[in-house]
């Protein structure tokens, strides 16, 4: 009896232990809010004379992401739909109140890293740096 009792009391410990350990994924692969170093932002320098409507184009759906007002600057945490696993997106620009709009190239960006967009008079003449936070 005693032996039996030696065998089924550490046999007990190693199913809590087991029980206790993790499998290996973690709250962001799960679905939860990425975290800061994970999240993709996008600084927007507005030195248009126009309130400015930045929308994030991928696979030809257009997404609003916000509003910077004339002369000022924004960060905008970029939604994780939009950014997922690394993406090729574009960055679209719209003054308040035109029906003009600028299309800026396509870039890549990956988890973690930042946007930096200088939003000029000329939507044309705008640009953008990637880097890493």
């Known amino acids: 009896m ?3 009792r030696n065998l089924v009391f550490p ?10 350990a993790t499998s290996g994924w973690t709250e962001t692969s799960r ?7 994970e999240a993709v932002t996008l600084e927007v320098d507005n030195n248009n004379w126009s309130d400015v409507i930045v929308y994030v184009v991928r696979y030809g759906t257009r997404t609003r992401v916000g509003e910077v007002r004339s002369m000022s600057r ?15 997106l574009q960055l679209q620009l719209r003054p308040v109140g035109s029906n003009q709009g600028f299309l800026l190239d396509p870039i890549m960006v990956q988890p973690g890293q930042r946007i930096a967009l200088t939003v000029q008079n000329h939507l044309a003449i705008s ?4 880097l890493s936070h």
């Open 31 to 37: 679905g939860a809010a990425p975290t800061a170093a």
């Open 74 to 88: 924004r960060v905008i945490r970029l939604p994780r739909s939009v950014v997922a696993g690394g993406a090729h």
């Open 11 to 20: 046999a007990a410990i190693l199913m809590i232990a087991g029980g206790c």
């Open 2 to 4: 005693r032996t039996l």
């Open 127 to 130: 640009s953008y740096m990637i």
